[in-house]
């Protein structure tokens, strides 16, 4: 309950949007708990509709509770064909992922994409912000190692 006041003192002082707000739980939590947006929105009396909306609206927002690093490995064809594949394969295999899954040490939370937007250096991973393209699976295995 502390760490909501301090929440909701950080957005008092700050004066931030609803956007912002939501960027802010998401940075703080890695995810958007609803029951914590709420006890926010009553708070600041912010209208549950307005909030709710922006967040629906912005794929960037997730409400499933989510690793530190989140993983996006693209199966779009282009990535597919290069070799995406196995990719996933080494990491349902060497970290127990699966799409939408986190690991029980809530470091990792896996997402397969259907396209990245940088085919030109298919087979295309992320974590987090950070694009690795050209990737195969002990390549972006040890990229995953070094931040254990
Ligand atoms: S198909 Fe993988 S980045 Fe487009």
Same mark, same amino acid.
């Given at each position: 309950?502390?760490?909501?006041?301090?929440?909701?003192?950080?957005?008092?002082?700050?004066?931030?949007?609803?956007?912002?707000? =939501?960027? =802010?739980?998401?940075?703080?939590?890695?995810?958007?708990?609803?029951?914590?947006?709420?006890?926010?929105?009553?708070?600041?009396?912010?209208?549950?509709?307005?909030?709710?909306?922006? =967040?629906?609206?912005?794929?960037?927002?997730?409400?499933?509770?989510? @690793?530190?690093?989140?993983?996006?490995?693209?199966? @779009?064809?282009?990535?597919?064909?290069?070799?995406?594949?196995?990719?996933?394969?080494?990491?349902?295999?060497?970290?127990?992922?699966?799409? @939408?899954?986190?690991?029980?040490?809530?470091?990792?939370?896996?997402?397969?994409?259907?396209?990245?937007?940088?085919?030109?250096?298919?087979?295309?991973?992320?974590?987090?912000?950070?694009?690795? @393209?050209?990737?195969?699976?002990?390549?972006?295995?040890?990229?995953?190692?070094?931040?254990?």
């Amino acid at each position: 309950m502390n760490e909501i006041k301090e929440i909701i003192e950080e957005i008092k002082i700050k004066k931030l949007s609803n956007l912002e707000i =939501l960027q =802010l739980i998401q940075e703080k939590y890695n995810y958007i708990s609803i029951d914590i947006l709420r006890k926010i929105c009553k708070e600041l009396e912010i209208p549950k509709s307005k909030i709710f909306g922006i =967040l629906t609206f912005y794929s960037q927002f997730s409400t499933q509770e989510r @690793g530190k690093y989140l993983i996006r490995v693209c199966d @779009g064809t282009a990535c597919h064909v290069k070799g995406g594949n196995r990719i996933i394969d080494m990491l349902k295999r060497d970290f127990k992922l699966e799409d @939408g899954k986190t690991t029980e040490d809530k470091k990792f939370t896996l997402q397969i994409v259907a396209c990245l937007g940088s085919c030109f250096i298919a087979p295309v991973c992320m974590v987090n912000s950070i694009y690795y @393209g050209n990737m195969d699976e002990n390549k972006f295995k040890k990229v995953l190692e070094n931040l254990k």
